[in-house]
């Protein structure tokens, strides 16, 4: 794993995310003008874990042991059947069902008391594939997406590996990747 840990230099923040390859087609288009870690390379994705562990605290036994909370969970089949908003502020889709995702969150943190999702800013860490934010365009733009992907859902998607993220330099990259058992 020596080279995945090499891939954390001059990270500044790490993620664990699920891609979801099969949404690319539908909302790729939306995400790179709406959405800010599209913008800084981020593919589709669930988040599992964010912000994970501290780059500099990244090891080997650190890989070993969120690959182990990782492989909690066997790989699944679901479908982003609607898309939701946050308030006005975020616009993204639900996958179906969510159990698993919800799952993969609390086996990583059960090993990472450290790292709540999300800060902690939340009670509850809803699985969501973001479309874009108010941070990024206005409520317009992400009213515009909206109605445009909805005719494209269902989307479904096979869940087979996690991703460990890290940002430098403004973007997001891959260190590794997680399989999911079965």
Request: hydrophobic content about 45%.
């Amino acid at each position: 794993m020596r080279a995945d840990i090499d891939r954390l230099a001059g990270a500044t923040e790490t993620a664990i995310i699920i891609p979801v390859g099969a949404a690319e087609r539908t909302v790729g288009r939306f995400r790179k003008k709406l959405d800010q870690s599209a913008a800084r390379g981020m593919s589709a994705h669930v988040t599992v874990l964010y912000p994970f562990v501290a780059p500099d605290r990244i090891d080997a036994e650190t890989l070993a042991e969120a690959g182990a909370a990782l492989a909690e969970v066997p790989a699944f089949d679901c479908a982003f059947t609607q898309v939701k908003w946050f308030g006005d502020d975020v616009v993204w889709l639900s996958p179906e069902p969510d159990r698993h995702f919800r799952e993969l969150t609390r086996s990583v943190w059960r090993r990472f008391p450290d790292c709540p999702p999300y800060r902690g800013e939340h009670s509850d860490s809803i699985p969501h594939l973001t479309i874009g934010s108010v941070a990024v365009a206005n409520l317009e733009s992400l009213k515009r997406a909206a109605v445009a992907i909805q005719p494209e859902l269902p989307i479904p998607a096979r869940v087979d590996h996690a991703r460990l993220v890290a940002a430098s330099s403004g973007s997001w990259r891959t260190v590794t990747e997680f399989p999911l058992p079965g």
